[in-house]
Nanobody
Framework: HVQLVESGGGSVQPGGSLTLSCVVSGSTRSLNCMGWFRQATGKEREGVAAIDSDGASIYLDSMKGRFTISQENAKNTVYLQMNQLKPEDTAMYFC?????????????????????WGQGTQVTVS
């Protein structure tokens, strides 16, 4: 049974930085794609960034150059470093993990429909 636990959310002023962490426990060998999604109040959930087991990554266009996703396999942890935060980045951020066909993780179409989710961590920029 896979569990994801996020941490690192909080409140920050525009232009500030936060680092989100997601620790994965359980049957991690069944996972080859991890990432972050976010959902702002009144909006649909959207993908922020994803990284596959080989370290390839993809970002939503509005995050490119500001956010960095990384993973530390020894600690079963995935990170999202967020810099130059904007008020529009305010949302609940969810860690996601799944097993997908090759290249599906970083081709821009991963929705984690059949994967695992964390409980979410709130990021507020104001």
């Amino acid at each position: 049974h896979v569990q994801l636990v996020e941490s690192g959310g909080g409140s920050v002023q525009p232009g500030g930085s936060l680092t989100l962490s997601c620790v994965v426990s359980g049957s991690t060998r069944s996972l080859n794609c991890m990432g972050w999604f976010r959902q702002a109040t009144g909006k649909e959930r959207e993908g922020v960034a994803a990284i596959d087991s080989d370290g390839a990554s993809i970002y939503l266009d509005s995050m490119k150059g500001r956010f960095t996703i990384s993973q530390e396999n020894a600690k079963n942890t995935v990170y999202l470093q967020m810099n130059q935060l904007k008020p529009e980045d305010t949302a609940m951020y969810f860690c996601a993990a799944g097993l997908v066909p090759s290249a599906a993780c970083t081709n821009g179409g991963w929705t984690n429909r059949d994967g695992r989710w964390g409980q979410g961590t709130q990021v507020t920029v104001s």
